[in-house]
């Protein structure tokens, strides 16, 4: 018989960094897994976090891995790394960080001077986009740093991406993968390249062509594990580090989502809906779809930004009776908020939550806020949990029917993932919103799966991404509709959730005119 081979796996996610060990048809043999200070904030709205303090973790969780597992590591193939998105490092020449890591959490704003010139600004104009391009503009954390730290700026070798400086860190070499470059960096999302030099985002931001590294498509080699990365982490010396993607890429492709009649639900901090697509397809206009973890694809994500964060937000605000007694039995703390969803019946006896805790940019629009309306004297906690879930399934079915709409093509299977869909209930209520059964993968690690069928493919032990998907993902529990509550849903959404935004946005324009927020 031959001998096994594994695939290892690095995923560096907002919350935690796992290490994790398959083997080729898909099975998690092992996992180290550290949690995170997920950031610190000197500053009102900030979110950063040191680089190093992210390489540290990722060297806990490969000995705490090898300590779950005993295993001939010459048997390990190759290497994939899976990161968050959007999160800003500016290195020296040796790849040491200048300044703490800029993550996709932080709020700062860039102040804006100035329109877009020639051409482009015209077209803008025309679209009437300007403010989406402000907006583009202020949210650049390389914008903010030119501003406020042009020493910095101009000193900077590189700017990278989490994954590129943990690439850096693991081979030596500034590269990256091009499913990674979701951030407001120059990056041509239609030609899954950085920007060509007469592009307008080079203009719109504060980054010079040389600074960003090289780039390669998700299975591509990107380098071999230096002698220095194999000291800190145990990783052989001399493996193959293959490209993969961003975290909710590789979520995608670890949840067999190929097809474009399937649709990948991530129930993570951000909750989004995406699509695999071989054309490039804007759901909302101006907004690109995302690079997928499948070569030469595309993603089409509509984002719920503050997600399942919304669920900590609950937890942390109103559920400290939960978590104490989830202590006390030694029982997970997801056991007991699913019986409070379990409490109230579907539609939460009216009470309807607009899950916009954070604005979008086009649709909803910079003047978006969240809502909750129906407030009986009836209603509890638990009511405002359900509700919390039901408001993410509403929107996350609106981008379901957006994207229907712009592709002409019929979802007609939903795979959830992320850390949320651990949660039978949050899955039962998804499969009742949608009118679909919602299926839940075979495992929970789709991400950490995702770079791993990347890292096979890129080695050649899979023949092709097809092969892959068919030997190493497969469904789980799936969760049936229930025709009642399917019914009661179908009203709800179509008479009330359908309404909420457009009714309530000149409320919203006028609260962000008198208070300023959000600016």
């Known amino acids: 018989m031959s001998e096994p081979s594994y695939l290892l796996s690095i995923d560096n996610g907002t919350q935690s960094v796992r290490a994790l060990l398959f083997d080729t048809n898909g099975n998690l043999l092992a996992k180290g897994k550290v949690e ?16 190093e303090y992210y390489w540290a ?73 300007e403010e989406a391009v402000d907006h583009f503009r202020g949210q650049a954390e390389v914008n903010w740093v030119a501003l406020h730290q042009p020493d910095i700026a101009d000193r900077a070798h590189k700017v990278l991406l989490l994954s590129g400086f943990l690439t850096h860190r693991l081979c030596g070499r500034f590269v990256d993968s091009t499913s990674s470059c979701v951030a407001y960096l120059p990056f041509d999302y239609k030609r899954l390249r950085w920007a060509a030099p007469g592009d307008w985002k080079w203009q719109a931001l504060k980054v010079r062509r040389e600074q960003l590294p090289e780039l390669f498509k998700p299975g591509e080699r990107l380098g071999q594990i230096s002698a220095e990365a194999s000291r800190h982490t145990g990783i052989p010396e001399g493996l193959p580090l293959i490209a993969a993607g961003a975290d909710k890429a590789c979520e995608v492709l670890g949840s067999g989502a190929l097809e474009p009649g399937t649709a990948c639900l991530s129930y993570g901090t951000t909750a989004t809906i995406n699509t695999t697509r071989s054309r490039y397809l804007e759901t909302i206009p101006l907004i690109p779809p995302y690079p997928a973890a499948l070569p030469d694809h595309f993603n089409t994500e509509v984002m719920i930004y503050r997600g399942f964060w919304m669920v900590s937000w609950f937890k942390r605000e109103f559920g400290l009776r939960e978590m104490q007694r989830a202590e006390a039995l030694g029982v997970p703390p997801e056991a007991l908020f699913d019986e409070l969803v379990n409490a109230v019946p579907p539609g939460s006896m009216g009470l309807m939550l607009q899950p916009y805790w954070t604005p979008g940019i086009r649709e909803p629009g910079l003047e978006a806020k969240g809502s909750i309306i129906g407030f009986g004297d009836v209603h509890t906690r638990a009511h405002l949990y359900r509700a919390i879930l039901e408001g993410l399934a509403y929107a996350l079915r609106q981008g379901k029917e957006r994207i229907e709409k712009r ?65 190493m993902t497969r469904v789980g529990q799936v969760f049936q509709p229930d025709p009642a509550a399917q019914r009661t849903y179908e009203q709800l959404y179509g008479q009330v959730y359908q309404r909420m935004y457009r009714q309530l946005k000149p409320l919203y324009q006028r609260i962000r005119k008198i208070t300023g927020y959000p600016a």
């Not at 995170?36 to 040191?50: H, I, K, N, R, T």
């Not at 705490?64 to 290195?91: E, F, N």
């Not at 020449?93 to 877009?116: F, H, K, N, S, Y």
């Open 36 to 51: 995170l200070d997920p950031y610190f904030s000197s500053q009102p709205g900030w979110a950063e976090q040191a680089p």
């Open 407 to 471: 592709s002409g093509t019929r979802i007609e299977r939903l795979r959830v993932s992320g850390g949320g869909s651990q949660s039978d209930a949050a899955m039962q209520l998804t499969a009742d919103i949608f009118g679909l059964p919602a299926e839940r993968p075979h495992l929970y690690e789709t991400s950490g799966l995702g770079a791993a069928i990347n890292c096979a493919v890129g080695l050649g032990l899979h023949a092709d991404y097809p092969a892959a998907i068919a030997a």
């Open 57 to 129: 973790s990722l060297g806990e969780a490969c000995r705490l891995l090898w300590q779950q597992v005993d295993i001939d590591r010459s048997l390990i193939r190759g290497v994939a790394v899976t990161t968050q998105r959007g999160s800003i490092i500016h290195v020296d020449e040796q790849g040491t960080p200048l300044r703490p890591a800029i993550l996709w959490l932080d709020q700062r704003r860039a102040e804006v001077a100035g329109r877009i010139k020639g051409l482009w600004g015209w077209l803008f104009k025309l679209a009437r986009a």
